[in-house]
């Protein structure tokens, strides 16, 4: 299995319809894994306490902000999410001259949390994001296998006003501003000549490597990739068929052309195989900071077969128990060493549901069929619900606390169809 993996997409006005932030993304990972979306509300610590991530324990911060993610059911961390002010991150795989082979530290997935639960703005987030890096390094194995897949990361994060591209080579780091149009990433290195901030030893680390002679402009993508972003690949691929559908609907990106171009199986961008999309998230952030923002997660496989269903920060929220899998605590195989001597069932309940209605899908054409329109009819229904808080905001907050769990069940209902 050679994994590919995951695009992200981040549309900004004036590509996008009204004074509105589209962020998107389809996250690719193992087909046999389970990924939940679940909810953690705001949170105060102690001086002192400390926080176990993925493989390692790290210092807790005083406060953590409320966070929805949508990760693999088996990790701390998550492949993409938001939190209460409205900062949304999701992260990718890449691979460079730097080698991914080390000790087990802070996983990507790991710092897309600590970054969403501890940063109020996209740049805030590359601060905590690089802080974290520095102190506490990255690696440990991003599958639940005895087999170790490890990689370096980037990030796409965007918050009410612009958003950041995050790229990162072991400790090094550079970061470009993206104050307008469209952007998406794809496992490749992005940062050419525009970076806005760095690790300040990231051009003598070239240098000392000789990547770079220290006398040409310098371009991070070129330098710190295996070749130069030239080379046409998977990655490569997606990214160009990624970047023409965000061309396409320029000027007029919603969350309904959003969610179209994470459908989109021609240009690879829904994924099949032994690697698949497994999760999906669209966020429409208004950049009227008096708006509400509207995350919508699957919470299952291949999106061509799932509902974006809603999900809006307000107080109170319940916990999202059908999109949340089972817990074994330290009894958990991920947590003893030596690690996945063993896979447990992961499945939450949605999960189980529309793996059912998948199959019904497959080998029953009609009633299928029917299904899948009725999936398509209430997920319209439902961006049409949406828009009403997008527009007008939230006059009754009460009746918003068990929204994703409610659009879950109006999901359910919609398989029962004869």
Known sequence: MRPSSCDTFVALPPSTEGQRIIFGKNSDRPCDEVQEVVYFPATDYGAGEKVECTYIEIEQVAHTYAVVLSRPAWLWGAEMGANEHQVCIGNEAVWGRQSTDGEEALLGMDLVRLGLERADTAEKAVTVITELLEKYSQGGSCMEDECSFTYHNSFLISDRKEAWLLETSGKYWAAERVEGGYRNISNQYGITTKIDKEHPEMRAYAQSKGWWDGKTEFNFATVYSFMTTARIEASGSRYCEGKKLLEKSNGHITAEAM??????????????????????????????PDLPGVHYFTATPDPERSVFKPFIFVKNLHPLKETSSPSYGPDDPVKKKPRFQSKPDRKHELFVKHELVAAIIQSHKDRGKKITEGMRQLEKEMI?????????????????????SSSVQRELSVYSQK
């Open 384 to 404: 049409k619900e949406m828009e009403e808080h997008l527009l007008h905001g939230v006059e009754s907050p009460d009746f918003l606390v068990n929204l994703f």
């Open 259 to 288: 969610m179209d171009i994470l459908r989109d199986k021609d240009s690879g961008i829904n994924m099949e195989g032994m690697f698949m999309t497994t999760g999906s998230m669209v966020s429409v952030i208004p950049t009227d």
